[in-house]
């Protein structure tokens, strides 16, 4: 579906131990119709990330991709994981954390937790 800009926009994201995903999504007549799935397949030392911090690296890059659909206005971000919980709640954030945490603050979004099993739409 091409973007309809006085809808809210969806980012849902996923991570597994290899790759990234991230689709753009709006709420149309009631459902939910997809703009853009995107992916990408971890570099070697992303490998080596947490399980938060792959969680946390689909927001960012999912964030940068959308930029122009993302950073006009409030959107909401889709996920099974408290990464961003996690990012918020590290004190003396330092190195990629902090630099992560520069970055979505620029951003107006708001977090909604939907349970990993219902998260197919970042799977496709």
């Known amino acids: 579906m091409l973007p309809d800009f006085d809808q809210e926009f969806i980012l849902t994201r996923d991570a597994s131990n290899i790759s990234i995903s991230f689709n753009l999504s709006i709420i149309k007549d009631g459902k939910e119709r997809f703009i853009s799935f995107e992916g990408r ?28 659909f993302l950073a006009p206005k409030p959107f909401v971000i889709k996920t099974d994981n408290s990464a961003l919980k996690y990012l918020n709640s590290v004190k003396n954030i330092t190195g990629r954390l902090s630099r992560w945490n520069l970055i979505l603050s620029s951003y107006t979004y708001r977090v909604e937790h939907i349970k990993g099993k219902n998260n197919v739409t970042a799977d496709r």
């Open 41 to 68: 397949g971890l570099h070697v030392a992303e490998k080596n990330y947490s399980f938060c911090e792959r969680e946390l690296l689909a927001i960012v890059v999912g964030v940068q991709h959308f930029h122009e």
